[in-house]
Each structure stands twice: as structure tokens, then as C-alpha cells.
């Protein structure tokens, strides 16, 4: 009875790592209190909440401060929302993984940039990328996991050149949706010269 109530396995229960690692073009890190206000005018963004299959947030700006300090004080064990930065400081949007399964060595990948300035200039694909080394090298995962809106091309282009293939058609929400994936094995061969872990291009 337990166990279908709550799936996942201890391992899950561990305290997620510390982020902060660079790609060619970002860093993705922990997220401050600082990152609010950025965070608050993207999700109240009309065109940044249709492409996040979202509407945009109704909730005032104290009401989301307190609710977003408080997801940084008790995060979840089954997720992480990251803050992104070019690698000269400037906040740029978000990345996350969730529904973490470290039984089946799995999470789900989602992204947002917020900074429209910085669209179709390549920061997509790097912070996927990026996250993707993380995921697979320092957590272990085996598969990551994606859902895009299937009208959504220049997203899905991103992810490709990151290394995630086409799945499956999703319908979910009203919505159409392409299930994309990447796992360790095809990543590391696809990649194998662009992966530095521990100073070594290795697998851990």
C-alpha cells in the first residue's frame, strides 16, 4: 500500500547536490533571492506563458516573493528549479528537472529564457547541454526526458541539437505535445569530446 502511495525509492529522499556548472556559453546555479523580480516579469509575460504551455501568473508580486523564498528554503526532493547566467553575470531565465526517479534513473527536463534579447543565439541548446552533463555525470541519471509544444520548432531544433530524439505525439492538457528523450549512452557518444568531468573527459 505504501509503496504505491509513494513510489519513489530512498534514494530519492537524499538531499539533491549543490549546482553551479559552466557551459561554452552560461552557468546554471542555485537560485537567490536576488532572481525573484526577473523570475516574477517572466511568468507575468503573455508570450513567455503561451510557450510554456502556461497561462501568465494572476498572483501579486509580495504573494510570489514569499512563495518563491520559501520554495528555495524547503526544496523538494524530487526537483530543482536552477537560475541561468551568460557567463558575464546577466540573468537570462531558468532550468529544472523534475519527477526524479533515481530508481529508473530518470527525471523530466524543462527550460525557460525569460531574456528575450538572447533567443536564437545558441544559450538554449548550451543550457541543455550543460544540465544534460550534470544530470548524467553528477546525479547518474541514465535517461532525461522532455515534453514540447509540437508547434513549438525552434524549441524542438534546440533540443535536437542538444542531443534529444522525437518519441512520441502527447496529448495532454487540451494541448499537443512531442515527447523527446536522450540517454547517457547516446549523449556521451554523440558529445564525447565536449564532456569534462572532473577535469577528465571521462565517464564517471
Excluded at 539533491?16 to 523580480?37: M, N, S, Y
Aim: aromatic share 12%; with cysteine; hydrophobic share 35%.
Amino acid at each position: 500500500m505504501f509503496r504505491k502511495a509513494f513510489p519513489w525509492s530512498k534514494n530519492d529522499q537524499k538531499e539533491l547536490p549543490q549546482v553551479d556548472v559552466t557551459g561554452a556559453l552560461v552557468r546554471i546555479r542555485e537560485k537567490r533571492v536576488q532572481d525573484i523580480p526577473d523570475e516574477y516579469s517572466w511568468r507575468i509575460d503573455d508570450e513567455l506563458s503561451r510557450l510554456d504551455a502556461t497561462r501568465p501568473l494572476s498572483m501579486e508580486y509580495d504573494d510570489f516573493f514569499r512563495y518563491a523564498k520559501e520554495e528555495m528554503q524547503f526544496p523538494s526532493y524530487r526537483s530543482k528549479r536552477l537560475s541561468v547566467d551568460t557567463l558575464d553575470g546577466i540573468q537570462i531565465g531558468n532550468v529544472m528537472y523534475y519527477d526524479l526517479n533515481m530508481g529508473n534513473g530518470e527525471a523530466e527536463l524543462g527550460i525557460m529564457i525569460g531574456n528575450k534579447e538572447y533567443w536564437s543565439r545558441g544559450y538554449g541548446t548550451d543550457i541543455v547541454k550543460t544540465l544534460l552533463q550534470h544530470l548524467f555525470f553528477d546525479i547518474g541519471l541514465g535517461r532525461v526526458y522532455l515534453h514540447t509544444l509540437a508547434w513549438n520548432y525552434r524549441a524542438q531544433a534546440a533540443f535536437s541539437k542538444a542531443g534529444f530524439t522525437e518519441v512520441r505525439s502527447v496529448r495532454r492538457g487540451g494541448q499537443d505535445f512531442l515527447l523527446m528523450e536522450v540517454t547517457k549512452t547516446e549523449w556521451a557518444r554523440d558529445f564525447e569530446n565536449e564532456l569534462h568531468v572532473d577535469g577528465d573527459c571521462k565517464e564517471s
